[in-house]
């Protein structure tokens, strides 16, 4: 499959997608709104362009030299992938039926394939949704081995106006693994779930009543109790956004700017990043960082070597390592479909274990955004995309699918 006829598939999986956003000015039904912009066709756009949405704030890169990323391009796209279904595709009939943006593959630090599809470019900043999770989770690794942050901590004592809601007495381990016990529904579609709240309070929706949440801060102060903290894994959105408030907290600086210090500015990104605010300035931490294809790849090439990257060090490679493996029991409760395909799945410390025993782990995120990091075959893979829909089992399995034939295919003697 050539690299013409890759991108033409993978442009007609979303019809109308080149049209969004057209002509000075564009017609009023291709112009990206609040209530459209994260649907098909206008999502890919939306996708590339999120400060011509919302309200942002950058990420410096600083001032140092941009670290290289060496190439050794190879053509991967006709390796084959098999499907739930059993039946037999290639990497790039993956790429085209999961509406990629951009797709880079690091093999021992060099670059083996980079593409862009959908009008993103090498300076596009693309929006991470979830993958902000794993980044901030990092920057809380790094808050622990500097000494700032207590695993075995309680919320409350680094952030005392939280004293009076659910998370009062959630640790920061709890944080880090997802395991609080409280009130919040993550369903996507439901207009009554907590989460809709968090896309209000975010400003990504519109508020409906004008009694919901002003601002993320609101939010979090407001959430009740529903269980003991600890029990088992429940992905939870808003735990990162607490995570963040005591990263700052401990800190002293908000969000953009501690990711800024602690990790932009050390791993060489290329291009500034930029975080989504809510009407407070509040970067929305779990889910509204933006970068560039190749700065995503810089920071998973950074995990990948335990934390050296660029000449530094940003934390222990212990804690590195401890992003690697978790525990599948409790990951299992209520996660049992994907763990039926991956038996030794958890999560840890903001990161989706893969496999604990081979420990390959990644950094996801709704729509198909992805950094995945398999240290046995020292691969780091980064897709972004614009799927139609949140989430999508078949494509995600596909997906890593995909990821562990191009380690069989790099890793073959």
Request: aromatic share 10%.
């Amino acid at each position: 499959m050539s690299s013409k006829s890759l991108k033409d598939l993978a442009n007609e999986t979303l019809p109308g997608a080149g049209e969004v956003m057209q002509g000075t000015p564009p017609p009023v039904d291709k112009r990206v709104t609040l209530e459209n912009w994260d649907t098909p066709p206008f999502i890919s756009w939306s996708f590339q362009n999120m400060a011509q949405i919302f309200p942002v704030v950058s990420v410096s890169r600083g001032k140092g030299p941009v670290a290289r990323l060496d190439q050794n391009l190879q053509d991967l796209t006709g390796i084959s992938v098999t499907r739930l279904d059993n039946s037999q595709t290639t990497v790039g009939g993956v790429l085209a039926d999961t509406n990629t943006d951009g797709f880079l593959v690091l093999h021992k630090g060099e670059i083996i394939t980079e593409e862009y599809f959908g009008g993103m470019t090498a300076d596009t900043l693309h929006l991470a949704q979830s993958v902000s999770k794993s980044i901030v989770g990092t920057l809380a690794g790094i808050f622990l081995n500097s000494g700032l942050l207590d695993l075995g901590a309680r919320v409350q004592t680094y952030v005392p106006e939280l004293a009076n809601s659910g998370y009062a007495n959630a640790t920061i381990k709890n944080l880090l693994n997802m395991q609080t016990g409280v009130q919040f529904n993550e369903d996507y579609t439901d207009p009554d779930a907590e989460f809709a709240l968090l896309d209000m309070a975010a400003g990504w929706k519109d508020r409906i009543t004008g009694t919901e949440p002003e601002t993320i801060y609101d939010l979090l102060v407001s959430i009740a109790e529903d269980r003991r903290h600890g029990e088992y894994f429940q992905y939870r959105s808003i735990d990162t956004d607490v995570l963040a408030w005591v990263c700052e907290r401990v800190g002293g600086a908000r969000l953009a700017e501690l990711i800024s210090r602690e990790i932009w500015s050390k791993i060489g990104a290329e291009k500034d990043a930029l975080f989504t605010t809510d009407k407070a300035g509040t970067s929305l931490a779990d889910g509204g960082f933006n970068a560039t294809l190749r700065d995503f790849a810089r920071f998973g090439q950074m995990h990948l070597q335990m934390g050296r990257f660029n000449d530094q060090q940003l934390a222990s490679t212990e804690w590195f390592r401890s992003c690697r493996s978790g525990d599948s029991d409790k990951f299992k409760v209520l996660y049992s479909e994907f763990a039926e395909h991956y038996p030794r799945a958890a999560y840890a410390n903001q990161w989706w274990v893969v496999d604990s025993e081979r420990e390959m782990y990644a950094a996801r995120g709704v729509f198909g955004q992805l950094i995945c990091i398999d240290p046995a075959t020292e691969l780091v893979v980064v897709k972004l995309s614009s799927w139609a829909n949140f989430l999508d089992f078949d494509r995600n399995i596909h997906t890593h699918r995909m990821i562990e034939a191009i380690a069989n295919y790099l890793d073959a003697p």
